[in-house]
């Protein structure tokens, strides 16, 4: 694996072949570079801020690695190989799971139709195996939010707190190694952001790398050990978190502007 | 579910709907069913001194109509489910008619000879085939060329009208294949009394077992189970149903003509009082009942059902799940399709030849059926048993003023008053429940 800008030369050995990696990766719609040449990386057990304006391109630079989208150009690797990844089926294969901002949970069915959409349990005639799939889903939403109850009603008619822990359990129930959480707490109260911060500790404890997406560097700087900033599609710079305070990182996000603790990115305002 | 606390708030019927977890939409809808059947019956019997409604004869006319209806409204349902429209089942029906009844009077005597017992088989299968080739076709320039399905099958109803005015210039194709005409009914086309009973208790089982293995599936888990005499009462109204209807359907004898013929053919005696040979299940109800049991099926037991129900819901979602909604989208349209046929088949046999005018209309049937059956045109939600109540709600209306001696007028506008006043009171009913 060539040296990448981005690799932090403190990193051990252990860790020197990043969980995922993309680089350089386009796409552009009709004409617009939502993503230009963004490059970015992962490790096992860290959690990587992805951060800028609403529109700078995270959340679709996101999508490519999530397989909702396939990028122009660029390459992911995953353990170091090169990955393909064009449909959301590929990234679930290489253990890639995503809570999206709008959760993205069929309103109409309940909760463990939801966490086993597109992965059902079948029963040996190859019907859907509701009792089992249940029965999971209770185990799961038990570790995850003891106070859910509500295995057989609509997740349209649980609250943004259930909700939440409906698509977090999907995410987190199938053996995923890379978890994206795309503006996880947005909707949520002051409890339930503690609650996600305690479930990313733990998922870092698991080995499990996160990459957390945000507009607000408040809900991302004490939970990440670096950050990534976008501006207009690019990316501005990347930064342990120890080693820059949030008012750089706000300038690398406001302006652009690349502080001396990051290393910076072919977004980076030239001085 | 199953609070303690909230059990004593609430009143008796509260505390037996959440035993017995039936479904109070269901509920609501054989209600007015029953409202319907009553007041024609009484209506009849005030008017015309004579309540032909609620007897053998007419309950069993009533099955037959039906048929055909029912079975395009599960595939409608799958339709509306995932947020789409088929306005061209009508048109499709007709065509394939006019395909089959071509195939089986022009085409296949000239090589297997008249009356050729594989003549109805090839028949049938070409017009499914035919049917789901059509739907399939619809669902890929609604899938892959993303033209709403609104449009598409728009120009599917006239397209395949026009196609079968032009496969026979307007002729009507008669007489069908003798053992296809037995599909649709008719003193011949039933199974007779002894095989209504052996249906019965076929289905009467088949009801027993469903509760209990749906018992044992819940008691494997350790999920909250219905108490015992709520399983009981479900079953004793399940069979009961079953056993009423057999006894309605054999109730129903053979008119005189044709016992008639019947005994001087097989060489009987005919007896001072006639002989009593009851009709029992006409072969289309059958068919209709069988399409509904295979698709509450796929809706509720398979992934396919699973993620008709989950596009309709979310698509976006459904797409992010991995499910290749576009694939889904073309098999949904290709099944009803396949349908289509199989209502083809049915109609066409019932009248004993294919018409240029068959199946006009029936799309705002179907969709009527799906509609008042409880589907939902926001998307992902209807069911199976609801659409072919709806269908039943329809032509009891249809029939019902037909008995009665209203106006054919009247009759449309009455059919199209109840649908806009369903989809109202369903509206309410949601909105309360939500």
């Known amino acids: 694996m060539e040296n990448h800008a981005q690799i932090n030369p403190d990193q051990n050995a252990a860790q020197a072949v990043p969980l995922v990696e993309m680089k350089d990766i386009s796409i552009s719609f009709g004409g617009i570079h939502a993503v230009d040449k963004a490059s970015c990386d992962l490790y096992p057990g860290e959690v990587v801020g992805l951060l800028g304006h609403n529109g700078a391109g995270k959340s679709t630079l996101i999508k490519i690695l999530s397989g909702a989208y396939t990028r122009d150009s660029g390459a992911i690797y995953v353990d170091g190989k090169e990955a393909t990844i064009t449909n959301p089926r590929h990234a679930k294969e290489y253990g890639i799971e995503t809570i999206y901002q709008t959760l993205a949970l069929a309103d109409n069915v309940d909760a463990a139709a939801n966490l086993y959409l597109g992965r059902e349990l079948l029963t040996r005639w190859g019907t859907l195996d509701d009792a089992a799939m249940e029965a999971e889903t209770r185990k799961v939403m038990n570790r995850l939010n003891p106070n859910f109850t509500r295995f057989k009603d609509p997740v349209k008619q649980l609250s943004g707190g259930q909700r939440q822990s409906v698509a977090i359990a999907r995410a987190i129930h199938f053996n995923a190694r890379i978890l994206i959480m795309d503006e996880p707490t947005a909707a949520l109260g002051p409890q339930e952001t503690e609650q996600v911060g305690q479930l990313i500790h733990q998922l870092k404890a698991d080995g499990i790398g996160i990459f957390l997406i945000s507009h607000d560097i408040h809900d991302v700087f004490d939970l990440a050990d670096r950050v990534v900033v976008m501006k207009n599609g690019a990316v501005v710079g990347a930064a342990r978190t120890s080693d820059v305070s949030k008012d750089e990182v706000l300038g690398m996000i406001i302006l652009g502007k690349c502080p001396p603790g990051a290393t910076p990115g072919p977004g980076a305002l030239q001085e | ?434």
């Open chain 2, 1 to 434: 579910m199953s609070d303690p606390n909230q059990d004593k708030q609430d009143s008796a019927l509260v505390r037996f709907l959440r035993a017995t977890e039936v479904d109070t939409r269901l509920l609501g809808m054989i209600g007015a069913l029953m409202l319907i059947w009553l007041g024609f019956h009484f209506y009849g019997v005030i008017v015309n001194d004579y309540g032909a409604f609620l007897t053998p004869r007419n309950l069993w006319n009533l099955s037959v109509q039906t048929s055909s209806i029912a079975v395009m409204a599960t595939g409608m349902v799958l339709v509306i489910v995932t947020r789409h429209i088929d306005l061209s089942v009508g048109s499709l029906l007709g065509f394939t008619a006019m395909i089959m009844g071509v195939t089986q009077v022009w085409v296949l005597p000239q090589f297997l000879g008249l009356g050729h017992p594989l003549i109805w088989v090839i028949t049938v299968v070409v017009g499914i085939t035919f049917g789901a080739l059509i739907g399939a076709f619809q669902g890929f320039l609604i899938a892959y060329l993303s033209i709403p399905a609104f449009i598409v099958t728009l120009g599917g109803l006239l397209i395949w009208r026009g196609a079968s005015y032009l496969v026979a210039r307007g002729e009507t194709i008669a007489p069908v294949d003798q053992t296809f005409s037995l599909i649709g009914g008719g003193p011949h086309g039933t199974i007779g009394a002894t095989g209504s009973i052996i249906v019965g208790v076929v289905f009467a089982f088949f009801i027993i077992l469903l509760l209990i293995n749906g018992r044992r599936q819940r008691l494997r888990f350790g999920f909250p189970t219905r108490p015992m005499w709520a399983e009981l009462l479900i079953g004793g109204v399940g069979v009961g149903f079953v056993a009423a209807a057999v006894m309605v359907m054999n109730a129903y004898p053979w008119p005189k003509g044709v016992v008639k013929k019947y005994a001087a053919a097989n060489n009987i005696e005919v007896p001072e009082g006639g002989i009593f040979i009851s009709h029992g299940f006409a072969i289309p109800i059958l068919i209709a009942i069988g399409v509904g049991v295979l698709m509450t099926f796929l809706a509720n037991r398979t992934r396919f059902g699973r993620y008709v129900f989950a596009i309709g819901g979310n698509p976006e979602a459904a797409e992010l799940a991995g499910i290749n909604t576009k694939k889904m989208t073309m098999l949904i349209f290709a099944l009803m399709g396949a349908l289509t046929g199989i209502a083809a088949v049915i109609a066409s046999a019932r009248l004993k030849s294919a018409t240029l005018a068959l199946g006009q209309f029936d799309e705002l049937y179907v969709i009527a059926a799906a509609v008042i059956g409880g589907t939902s045109f926001a998307g992902g939600i209807g069911t199976i048993y609801g659409a072919i109540l709806g269908a039943l709600v329809m032509q009891s209306l249809q029939s019902g003023m037909v008995l009665i001696g209203f106006d054919a007028a009247i009759q449309q506008m009455v059919v199209g008053g109840v649908l806009v006043v369903a989809v109202f009171l369903d509206n309410l009913y949601r909105r309360n429940s939500a």
